[in-house]
């Protein structure tokens, strides 16, 4: 077993193939994490934002302002009940810096982001006047400390998962929130849709979570007070449309999963 097939959060070699095509997918016999042995990182510069991203959305990254905007909106709620501080944001992976956007209209203060496209930093500094570093977070340096550290949709990028968490603790103030977004394999296409899963499975993500797995390994590095929420409600993904009572069921599983946090993605809400 090479480097890669060892698990990227507990460096076990004690863990399980479940499938060897365009992604080698393993399971971690000690922490039960998903991961990819087949990681490859993508560019995400500006053809992401428009192409790639119109293509899974339909439409770009500008264009789906509003929906991000109040997304971000809803998440500050959330780092707000955990902190009253407002002020020493970083958010990274920062994009066109919509996010940003959303906090300083909140009135959070002293905000920076981490982004590697050029073209989204810059229209962060010119539209909104937030600096945005253009870097690579895994080469980047903190020169300070924050009390808010963000990151949506971004670890599962990463090679190095544990180091990156552990870089990332480390880079907090005492009290600190980190709020972050994750695939999770606690939900509906995993559980329910398998072959479709796997098939789909882009190749640039690395580990794929779940609400116990994350809070237990949070635990491990020092985080206290942990919350985690759905990443999306979807019960189209569990009910056929024609099911008789699909009315009744949709509030049931929604509440259900609000719960217990059931879903393809995760948000999770942590304090150092």
């Not at 991961?35 to 993508?42: D, T, V, Y």
């Not at 098939?199 to 206290?224: A, E, W």
């Not at 990443?231 to 449309?241: A, D, L, V």
Request: glycine share 6%; proline share 3%.
């Amino acid at each position: 077993m090479n480097k890669n097939e060892q698990c990227p959060l507990c460096a076990t070699r004690r863990c399980t193939l479940l499938y060897d095509g365009h992604i080698s997918l393993y399971r971690c016999k000690r922490c039960h994490a998903l991961f990819n042995a087949s990681h490859r990182p993508l560019e995400y510069g500006e053809s992401y934002f428009n192409e790639a991203y119109r293509n899974q959305y339909g439409k770009s990254y500008l264009e789906d302002f509003d929906a991000i905007y109040a997304m971000a909106r809803k998440r500050l709620a959330r780092i707000s009940f955990l902190s009253h501080c407002k002020s020493g944001l970083l958010d990274i992976g920062a994009a066109y810096g919509f996010f940003l956007k959303a906090a300083f209209d909140e009135g959070f203060e002293n905000l920076s982001g981490i982004e590697i496209s050029e073209e989204g930093a810059r229209y962060c500094a010119h539209t909104f006047g937030i600096q945005v570093h253009v870097t690579n977070f895994e080469t980047y340096e903190f020169s300070r400390k924050f009390n808010i550290i963000t990151a949506w949709y971004f670890i599962e990028h990463l090679h190095d998962t544990r180091e990156a968490f552990v870089k990332i603790y480390n880079a907090l103030n005492e009290g600190g929130i980190f709020a972050f977004s994750v695939p999770s394999f606690f939900g509906p296409q995993f559980m329910l849709h398998r072959n479709e899963w796997i098939q789909s499975h882009p190749l640039d993500h690395r580990v794929n979570f779940s609400p116990q797995l994350i809070r237990r390994f949070l635990g491990t590095l020092g985080f206290s007070k942990i919350i985690t929420y759905p990443g999306g409600i979807h019960p189209q993904r569990f009910f056929s449309p024609h099911f008789a009572r699909i009315s009744f069921f949709r509030c049931l599983y929604a509440r259900v999963s609000a719960m217990i946090s059931f879903s393809d993605t995760l948000e999770v809400y942590a304090r150092k």
